[in-house]
């Protein structure tokens, strides 16, 4: 089978289709007679059949993204329901991918799945796209017979999650984005334009503002050290992302002070707590153990102090104690996830009210994010403002004093 797959490639025809119009596109097959066979069972009339040319200096793959798995989960969910046998619907699903890497990887799952595999033995063959809970949700979904209904679950809970992750990402990328713009444009100016500045200064003959000077003194040492700074700047970024990595004290270190920063704290808090009942509820209403459920849920928590807390929560429960007074038991879940847990075992719908946790809180981090981007922006530009308009006071302020005294 690896040998088959080795062999795909990717082929451009044109022909007619069954009303006489002229049609085009792309197929990706075992070889250029399979690609006529398929064509012809959709009523295509061909007229050429070319391998797809290689781009002149090789192709460059497309990475899959989560939001790419969590897209494909969609459509297979939808051609299930819709009455597409499976291996088709891998088929369909393939020929609309616009991504090379992710279209070879629903090929080689649709080749383990016509060979007789199931899908759920098929996705753990890829668990760097597909983790644990993925699967154990899917083979879930085969033992008990509704892999559609399974599968539309996945796919709403892989589309909110990464809809989530990716608002959270926006609100932190924008003022990282502005402070390396400011911090980049302030060595320009340090390095290139003050220098022209301050050799003109050397005419005056007359004492500088200290303002100047210091201006000055700052541009000299750019100069001299911009080099050392970049490569310490370069180090310093690469040790903290190896730091987070390989070592797990530190990564747990800063995932505790990252729950203290104001606002961004709360917003991971929120963030969190919507995670948690999003995965125990897709979970739970999977029929998978609540203790099971436990495991996923603190896999997919995102935090360590709150990764932590939710072994925790397992312990206490595979102890005997409700999963209500087992959160409570943290004191780190807000006071409204116990009481909709405590009401959700009482009345017997734990999953509907951990549903409601999850959008509730999902709608909060939204609106802390909106909060914090309105916040940001004035603050943002101010910060700007003082930089580089500091930077040009300095230099324009003896040319002001030197009109003074003419």
């Known amino acids: 089978m690896a040998t088959q797959t080795a062999k795909m490639q990717t082929y451009v025809w044109e022909g007619k289709d069954r009303s006489g119009k002229i049609a085009k596109g792309e197929l990706t097959i075992g070889n250029q007679a399979l690609a006529k066979a398929q064509l012809r069972k959709q009523g295509i009339v061909v007229k050429t059949v070319k391998r ?47 991504n090379a890497s992710m279209r070879k990887l629903v090929i080689d799952m649709k080749n383990d ?34 892999l559609e209904t399974m599968l539309d679950r996945v ?20 003022p990282i984005a502005v402070v390396v713009v400011a911090i980049v444009v302030t060595a320009l100016l340090l390095v290139k334009v003050v220098p022209q500045f301050a050799e003109t200064f050397s005419s005056f003959g007359a004492d500088l503002p200290a303002f100047t000077q210091f201006v000055v003194m700052l541009s000299e040492w750019a100069q001299a050290n911009w080099l050392i700074g970049l490569v310490m700047i370069i180090a310093g970024s690469f040790a903290f992302g190896q730091a987070r990595e390989r070592s797990q004290a530190f990564s747990d270190w800063f995932d505790s002070i990252m729950l203290k920063m104001p606002v961004v704290g709360e917003i991971i808090e929120k963030s969190v707590v919507a995670r948690f009942g999003r995965t125990l509820a897709t979970t739970f209403s999977a029929g998978v153990p609540l203790v099971d459920s436990l495991d996923s849920v603190a896999g997919a928590a995102g935090n360590a102090v709150y990764k932590k807390a939710i072994f925790e929560i397992r312990d206490e429960v595979t102890a005997g104690l409700q999963l209500n007074q087992a959160v409570k038991n943290t004191g780190i879940f807000p006071t409204m996830l116990i009481q909709m847990i405590s009401i959700g075992e009482e009345s017997g719908a734990l999953d509907e009210m951990l549903e409601k946790v999850a959008l509730h809180y999902e709608a909060e981090v939204d609106n802390s994010i909106d909060s914090l981007t309105a916040l940001l922006e004035p603050l943002i530009m101010s910060v700007l403002g003082v930089l580089v308009g500091g930077l040009m006071i300095a230099m324009y302020l003896p040319i002001f004093q030197l009109g003074n005294v003419m």
């Open 52 to 98: 797809k040319p290689k781009p002149l200096f090789g192709e460059r793959s497309k990475a899959i993204k989560p939001m790419d798995i969590a897209v494909f989960t969609r459509q297979l969910a939808t051609m299930l329901k819709a009455g597409v046998p499976l291996v088709q619907a891998f088929d369909i699903v393939a020929e609309g991918l616009d």
């Open 113 to 146: 799945v016509a060979s007789g595999a199931g899908l759920a033995n098929s996705l753990t063959k890829h668990p760097k796209y597909f983790d644990d809970l993925f699967c154990n949700l899917v083979n879930a979904g085969e033992q008990s017979g509704a």
């Open 155 to 174: 796919a709403t809970y892989k589309e909110k999650t990464e809809i989530l992750k990716g608002k959270i990402k926006k609100a932190m990328t924008y």
